[in-house]
């Protein structure tokens, strides 16, 4: 059974820094591409950061681009995204996801397996 485990989301005020981990099991974890998404309330999901198979290729969002760092631990089968001066408009549910394929890896739709989210509040 396939588990992504999302943990380090919180409240945290404007300029300050949160980082996030997402757990893996019951994949090979290398295989997959791995991505974060946020979902603010009424708004869709949207792609912020993802990271390729080695972690030498990553992409971002152009509204995280140089204040999020996404990186990944092959041996611990975990993904990270360390998340800096944060903003009010950084607020909402951030959600790891695993995507076995070998497209763009920026639409939902490309990703097998998610996590079950975790809050990120930027009071300002």
């Known amino acids: 059974q396939v588990q992504l485990v999302e943990s380090g989301g919180g409240l945290v005020q404007t300029g300050g820094s949160l980082g996030l981990s997402c757990k893996t099991s019951g994949l090979t974890f290398n295989n997959y591409i791995m991505g974060w998404f946020r979902q603010a309330p009424g708004k869709e999901r949207e792609f912020v950061a993802h990271?390729?198979?080695?972690?030498?290729?990553?992409n971002y969002a152009d509204s995280v681009k140089g204040r999020f760092t996404i990186s990944r631990d092959n041996t611990k089968n975990t993904v990270f995204l360390q998340m800096n001066s944060l903003r009010p408009e950084d607020t909402a549910v951030y959600y790891c996801?695993?995507?076995?394929?070998?497209?763009?890896?920026?639409?939902?739709?490309?990703?097998?397996?998610w996590g079950q989210g975790t809050q990120v509040t930027v009071s300002s």
């Open positions: 990271i390729r198979w080695s972690g030498t290729v990553r």
């Open positions: 996801a695993a995507d076995g394929g070998y497209g763009s890896s920026r639409s939902p739709s490309e990703y097998d397996y």
